[in-house]
Structure formats: C-alpha cells, structure tokens
C-alpha cells in the first residue's frame, strides 16, 4: 500500500539526515523530491503546491523543536501536514439516537459498492448493533443475490422485494427494521458505468424519502485523480457525508486518498483493505500518514490482532510452549489465526522500522493466504493426530504417505518437520534465557512482586511460532 509514495518521501528525507543545521536550500531540495512523489502519486498540482506551501512555511519557521534533530522536526512538520490533508482524525458514522440508523450507499458500478455494504454491516455487528441489508439496486444482474450471498457471510438478513422500484424498495426497508428490531440499515443501491442523470435522479429521490442519517461514497482508490473527480460530483448533487475507499491495499500510489479530503470536504470514513469480508477498516488519517513515512502504526495493527485473533486460544497456546508441549497441531491452528491478520507485507508495513524489510525480501512470497502457506496447512492435514503431536514418530514411510496425501513431496515434508523443529529449539532457549533472568532478580533480593502480591512473569510473545517459523526460514518460505 502506498509502497511508490511511501519510497518517494522517505528517500527525500534520507538526504537530509546528519545534517547539523539545516539550510533554507536544504529543505527547499527536500521538499521538490516530495513534491515530485506526490505529483507522481496522482495527487492533484493544486493540493501539492498548498501542502508543499504549509510545510515550508512552518519549516523556515521557529518550528525547529530542541529535542529534535532539524531532519526530524522536518519529517514532524510533513507527517502532521500529511495527516491534514488526509482528514486530521478518524471521522465516525453519524448514529441517529432514534433507531434505525440508515446508511445510503452511493458510488458508480464496479466501485466495490455491495462488498463494501455488507462489510460494513459485519462491523457493526461486532459493535453491538443489529443491522440489516437493504437490496435496492434493481438494474443489475444478480445484484439482489451478491447481496444475499454476502450477507450470510456476515450472518446479517437482508431486506428484498420483488417490486421495480429502488425508492419503494428503501421506504418499505424501514418498516422491516422496525419489525424485526433492526437499528441500522445499510441500503446497497444501484450504480453506473459513469455518473449519468437517471442515476443521480434516482439516489435523491431516495435521499428525499428515507432521510438518511449517512451517506457513503464508495470509490476505488485504483483509479487515482478520477476518484476525486467523481467524489465531488456526488458530493455536490447529493452532500455525501463520507468516503469508503476500497482496493487500498492494493494502491501503490494512494493519489485518491491523499486528495479527496482536501478537494471535496468529505472524510474518508472507511478503506477496504482486502477482499474478506472482515477487511474493511476505520480510516486513521495520522496513522496512515506514519505508515508513509515509514514510522509504522503499530495502534492498527493491536487493534487488528484484537479483532482476529481469539484471546483464550493465544492463552492456551502461551501455556503450551512454557511446558514446552507445543505441537504441530497447535502451530497449524496458530497459522490459522495469524492469516485473519492479512498478509505480511501489511503486517512489515505497520512495525516501524520494518517497512524498508519488503524491498529485501524480494521474491518471497508474503501472502498469509498464498499457496505455500495452504502447502504447509495441507501437509500438516494429511497427518494422523498422533503424528501432529509427536513427530519423532514420522519416519520415511509415513513420510511418503503424508507428501502423496498433500499432493507435495517428501523434501517438503522434511523441509516442515526440520524448521518445525529449529522453531520449537528456538522457543526453548527463549524459555530458558527468561527463567535465568527471573532467577538472577531473586538473587539480587528482587523479589519480583507486584504491589497486591502477585508475580510479574515476563509475558511471552502469544504468536512467537510464526516470527520463530519466519526467522528460520530466512525470510523464505519452502515449496518454491
């Protein structure tokens, strides 16, 4: 995400580090390179001559902070700039204090608008509310049964009519709400190859009789100044109260979602980061300007390890490998877990000082949900229980039969079992190296007690089997 941008800038403020004193040519220089990466972003000239305006104004300046070098009270100056221009803060969804809240969303075909529809609704499902999914693009094919498919995904119902009439459909859509306790609805409505009048006719004529309390521009963040282009003109037809940017994952220039704030007034509220259905994230426009400049963001990334990650399986997994029990069947329910995190080349981008690892593995496949993960699942599957938890057992011929049950080859088997193996050595001497620095404490009269008597232990890393697993590998993964 980003990754052209993100080299751009961080390669323009490489330049200045070690610098002593920074002169006005110093940043001057600075600030074309950035100029020139924005530019090549697809950001739009106008937004880039004002933020480039900004950031020299407050850097020339008496910004210069004294616990900061001058290359980093700069880097300051562009990542707080940066956010602004983003949004500033993370922008909520107005929730009406009298149920249902109702959710139009708007955008042209191929926009990701129905995905994005039910993905919202799984979202607020987790929050605690009781949405429901609205079928009201009655143009396209199949539309009303995407809608359905998705939303048992989601295990949301999903309000259908069988009446050609998009307005009708969304005014009857409120009383199913009220019947069935409902309190949002999320009304998926038809969309264009391009903005045309019948379109715009049709949303305000919705707009005008449900009232909604939000509405959601989805755009695809791929198609770079064009999204601004077509956010303002629903913006100015129908007064969109928020943008959901969707491929950003995707998005190595990330023009659209450095300019649509700035150009249109709308917040982008959402982006879709995936084709899963949980992958759709609130939009931090400070953190993801940290991710730009290459310092990470590590809040996201505990946010979705606590949304994906079942917190009394990682409990039960750390007890594990302190008895040093730790199994193949843990670790394939532990890979399991992780790949609801997404790929590794998010996860590298989001640990600062990690986002620079993605240029070095190159080659490597990073995708949690790639074939040689699913290799690795599948030789693990084609083993007994008893082999999964003692592999010491898994000699040549079970060897064969576990390669010819997973469709790999015996090297590979070998080749998981031996890492397998270095992980779990590598676990131990964690283990140990943390019980010799408990013991040395107690030593010195350290007695290791919090104020309420209970004892501090050193927690664990609750997924060290997969960093464990990468480290081994070398940054590569087998079944090449």
């Known amino acids: 995400m980003f990754e052209d941008l993100s080299q751009g800038i961080q390669e323009a403020f490489r330049k200045l580090r070690g610098h002593g004193k920074l002169t006005d040519e110093d940043i001057t220089k ?4 950035v100029r020139m990466s924005l530019l090549a972003a697809d950001v739009n000239y106008k937004i880039v001559r004002d933020f480039e305006k900004k950031v020299k104004e407050r850097a020339l300046g008496t910004e210069i902070l004294s616990n900061l070098t001058p290359a980093q009270s700069v880097i300051k100056i562009v990542d707080e700039e940066l956010a602004n221009l983003m949004g500033g803060k993370a922008a909520k969804i107005n929730i009406s204090s009298r149920p249902p809240t109702i959710i139009l969303m708007v955008g042209l075909q191929g926009s990701g608008k129905t995905t994005s529809a039910a993905k919202l609704a799984l979202q ?3 929050q605690g509310k009781r949405p429901a999914l609205v079928a009201a693009d009655i143009y396209r094919p199949a539309a009303i049964k995407q809608l ?3 939303g048992e995904q989601a295990d949301v119902p999903v309000f259908t009519e069988d009446v050609q009439d998009a307005v009708q459909i969304a005014k009857d859509s409120i009383k199913f709400a009220d ?8 009304i998926d409505t038809a969309g264009r190859l391009q903005v045309d009048e019948k379109l715009m006719q049709e949303l305000k004529d919705i707009k005008a009789t449900v009232k909604p309390h939000e509405i959601l521009l989805v755009v695809d963040s791929m198609i770079g100044q064009e999204a601004v282009n077509v956010a303002e003109t629903f913006h100015n037809t129908l007064g969109v109260d928020g943008v959901v940017l969707t491929k950003l994952d995707g998005d190595a220039r990330g023009g659209a979602a450095l300019s649509i704030k700035a150009a249109t007034g709308c917040p982008i509220k959402f982006v879709g980061m995936g084709e899963k259905i949980e992958a759709l994230e609130i939009f931090h426009p400070d953190r993801m300007a940290s991710r730009i400049l290459g310092m990470g963001d590590v809040l996201s990334l505990i946010e979705k390890a606590q949304s994906t990650i079942d917190a009394k399986t990682a409990e039960k997994m ?10 193949l069947q843990d670790f394939l329910e532990q890979l399991q877990q992780v790949k609801k995190l997404g790929s590794l080349n998010d996860l590298l981008g989001m640990v600062p000082g990690l986002g620079g690892l993605k240029k070095k593995l190159t080659g490597v496949d990073l995708d949690l949900d790639g074939k040689e993960v699913k290799h690795m699942e599948a030789i693990i599957l084609s083993m007994t229980p008893k082999e999964r938890t003692d592999t010491s057992i898994i000699d040549a011929k079970r060897r064969k039969r576990i390669a010819l049950g997973s469709g790999t080859k015996v090297a590979d088997v070998n080749k998981l079992l031996k890492q397998f193996e270095e992980m779990r050595k590598m676990m131990r ?10 013991a040395s404490k107690k030593s010195k009269g350290k007695k290791g007690k919090t104020k309420k008597g209970k004892n501090i232990t050193a927690k664990m890393p609750s997924l060290p089997n997969i960093s464990g697993l990468l480290g081994q590998l070398g940054g590569k993964f087998p079944f090449k």
């Open 318 to 327: 750390v007890k594990k490998i302190k008895a040093d029990e730790f199994t």
């Open 148 to 150: 359905q498919v998705i």
């Open 179 to 186: 019947k069935h306790a409902r309190d949002v609805l999320i």
């Open 30 to 33: 600075a600030l074309k390179d």
């Open 429 to 438: 001497r964690f283990r140990a190296e943390q019980n010799q620095q408990q």
């Open 124 to 126: 607020m499902k987790r």
